[in-house]
């Protein structure tokens, strides 16, 4: 006879604690497999790598568009412009002046970051409404400002930007023929390290005031919150993301014309892919990134440039209809009944029940003498 | 004197249309709280509907009233379709859908008639010599017909909304949309019924404004125009639509009088001048000129 086995089947939703073996094992597990998905990624042929990057490329704008739209729920229709501004800082500054591609990356950061702080401004009056106007209008305005300069950035005609400049420095071992492959691994480099700004600031208390920005603007100004500092800076951080993404953009492409990358078309592409891939999420972008690029490419026999337009605007309409949270807030909806994270217990100093039992009687009777009739109830 | 008029007349025939869309706009303002980016595409749309009757011999004043009539249904379907059920969620959610429909519209243009631009033909005289002479400046019937239609849409529009039993139903839902509801008012159709309007305002506008130069219609022919109708709608003041015709004929004589005199501008930076415009008017007086202030109760 042996004792019936009390160790029965563990009950679906797993717990898994923050911070425990189980959950650091599986953020190294995820990280490494991101990581493998990326050498598989370079190891396709050029096209695919090609593609592959500008997906990269895309993902990194969105990830910029998601900290605006996604986290502090502001809707920019003007993110092609800072793409665009990115890309020709990039351009201008290779072509005329020599510099390594790569450096440009901080200053179109810095540019567009200003960009986006000024072009924010607006939307500190009234709400949300404004700041898609005042996209709405950047976006359109762009590719004709872009235009209006020729001397400085091609004009029409466009900007090529000087391929050897361009190409991969000798310790990269990559000859000219795979240069594909290193704006890859830049790509993905550069994805990389917005993601984990995205995350961090996200997380943190700046990620919580944004959230409460988005969710309730009076409540967040109750809790304390500086709401002007939060939009403003929110968005230039946002422009100055997607400011980068274009960069890369500019490498890859080594030519730029305003009136055929960075009209108000892209900035709609960049708001699908954000949506696709679920809004207020860090993997989000990625998926919408990839998808923005695939989903066009892989419908090519049917398309004609226009049914791609009417097929994403579609998407759009019953994306935000069905699955509002995108692909992201499914696959979290999902996992949800077979594992969850149980976040970490606050640390920190804890009231004693002496001190908690003084402070409930000071909230509950505010007035020793009994005069005032103000009584706070707390539970 | 005569180049200055002629500017002048462009730059109300512009206005005008800017007016009419800073109209339509106004009115989905009041009464859903949100821009209608698709705007200016549904105006699109109908003019592309008129210009494929009038290539089939219909007499012009018949493909007006068609687009007219399909520009209400198409606003009408939109606002219950697409709006009501959304609207609830956020006005992000209402932003992207527009959004949406406002690219899928675009493209449905592109399918639908190709990427060639069309000239269109004109409701009213529009030969080299149908003009009069104003002062040495010519003043061509089309514009003058556009303006004279244009008024008498704006004059129908504040005898509907100051004058009739409908507007007072209208101005009511957009003052307060629970009160409205709970006084009677069927909410709902009214609100059909003001995007059913506005579009059918913009079906109009699109048909007045084609025909004024050749080659006009294309699948870009309204961007410009919603931006420059969404700025005189936030200058005149987003819920005021006297305020928008007033900031939309503004907007229009002086876009075209910079443009006629100033060179650096030289037709070619319009957009970057109604791109300033917003964010000016929403840094100085973000009411507008004659927009109520929004207050929020805590």
Known sequence: MTAPDTRALPTLPLQINQGSPTHRFLQVFGLVLLVALAFL??????????????????????????????????????????????????????????????????????????????????????????????????????????????????????????????????????????????????????????????????????????????????????????????????????????????????????????????????????????????????????????????????????????????????????????????????????????????????????????????????????????????????? | MQLFLEYLFDGISNGAIYAALALALVMVFRGTGTINFAQGEMALFTTYIAWGLTTKNVPIILCLLIATGAGFVLGAVTERVLIRPIERKSLLATLIVLLGLFLALNSLDGILWGNENYTMASLFPNKVSSFVSVGGARLYWANLGLWILVAVIVGAMFQLFNHTRLGLHMRATASNRESASLSGIAVGRILMLGWGFSAAIGAVAGILLTPLSPDSLGVGEMFPILIQASAAALLGGLDSPGGAVIAGLMLGVVEALLSGYVSVIGGQLEEAIAFVAIVLVLLVRPQGLFGSKEVERV
């Open chain 1, 41 to 379: 990624g370079s190891r396709a042929n050029s096209f695919q790598v090609g593609l592959l990057t500008q997906a990269l490329i895309y993902a990194t704008a969105i990830a910029g568009l998601n900290l605006v739209t996604g986290y502090t729920g502001m809707l920019s229709i003007g993110h092609s412009a800072f793409f665009g501004i990115g890309a020709y800082t990039t351009g201008i500054l290779v072509t005329e002046r020599n510099w390594n591609p790569l450096t440009t990356f901080i200053v179109a950061f810095a540019l567009c970051f200003i960009v986006g702080l000024i072009v924010g401004l607006p939307a500190l009056r009234i709400r949300g409404i404004n700041l898609a106007l005042v996209t709405l209008a950047l976006a359109v305005a762009f590719p004709e400002l872009i235009d209006r300069f020729p001397g400085l950035t091609g004009g029409t005609l466009g900007l090529n930007v000087t391929l050897t400049s361009l190409l991969p420095p000798h310790w990269t071992g990559i000859g000219i023929q795979n240069r594909f492959e290193y704006y890859y691994w830049i790509s993905v480099v550069v994805l990389a390290l917005v993601l984990v700004l995205c995350a961090n600031l996200t997380r943190g208390r700046t990620g919580l005031a944004m959230r409460a920005t988005r969710d309730r603007e009076t409540a967040a100004t109750a809790v304390g919150i500086n709401l002007a500092w939060i939009k403003v800076f929110t968005f230039g951080v946002s422009a100055a993301v997607t400011g980068v993404a274009g960069s890369v953009f500019a490498m890859y492409l080594g030519s730029l014309s305003a009136d055929s990358s960075f009209t108000l078309t892209l900035s709609i592409t960049l708001i699908t892919g954000l949506v696709i891939g679920g809004v207020a999420t860090v993997i989000g972008p990625i998926i919408g990134g990839l998808a923005v690029i695939y989903i066009p490419h892989w419908t090519e026999g049917i398309h004609q440039g226009e049914t791609e337009g009417l097929f994403f605007g579609v998407i759009l309409i019953i994306l935000m209809f069905v699955m509002p949270d995108g692909l992201m807030g499914l696959t979290k909806r999902l996992t949800r009944h077979v594992v969850r994270i149980k976040p970490r217990a606050p640390t920190g100093p804890r009231a004693s029940d002496e001190e908690l039992l003084v402070a409930h009687d000071q909230i509950a009777h505010p007035d020793p003498e009994g005069k005032g009739d103000t009584t706070l109830a707390l539970s």
